[in-house]
């Protein structure tokens, strides 16, 4: 099992920067892909980024590409989503997920919920405008 907790979301202007971080405690021993989705109100939830085990392989969604961030520092159980040139259209709930990795395969790229096993309460960022 593992526990992960979100931190770091907020309010922001349009335009501003924030960073979320996610925690992970448990058994975290085991090599997991993180992801980052969000839920917009109304909206179902959607693929925002995902980082491999080592971190050298990173994904995003089209909508953030260029201006997101995803990062890990394993020695800190912590994965880290830094989002600059924020828009209205960001506003949402993030959410972190975990899955083990396939070492078998070397598959890293996860983008659909129903594929991770692990997630987070989650973490409101508003961006007015």
């Known amino acids: 099992q593992v526990q992960l907790v979100e931190s770091g979301g907020g309010l922001v202007q349009a335009g501003g920067s924030l960073r979320v971080s996610c925690a992970a405690s448990?058994?975290?021993?085991?090599?997991?892909?993180m992801g980052w989705f969000r839920q917009a109100p109304g909206k179902e939830r959607e693929f925002v980024s995902s980082?491999?085990?080592?971190?050298?392989?990173?994904y995003y969604a089209g909508s953030v590409k260029g201006r997101f961030t995803v990062s890990r520092d394993n020695a800190k159980n912590t994965v880290y989503l830094q989002m600059n040139s924020l828009k209205p259209e960001d506003t949402a709930v993030y959410y972190c997920?975990?899955?083990?990795?396939?070492?078998?395969?070397?598959?890293?790229?996860?983008?659909?919920?129903?594929?991770?096993?692990?997630w987070g309460q989650g973490t409101r960022v508003t961006v007015s405008s």
């Open positions: 448990g058994r975290t021993s085991v090599n997991y892909v």
């Open positions: 997920a975990a899955r083990a990795a396939d070492t078998a395969s070397g598959v890293s790229y996860y983008p659909y919920p129903i594929e991770y096993d692990y």
């Open positions: 980082i491999n085990w080592s971190g050298g392989r990173t």
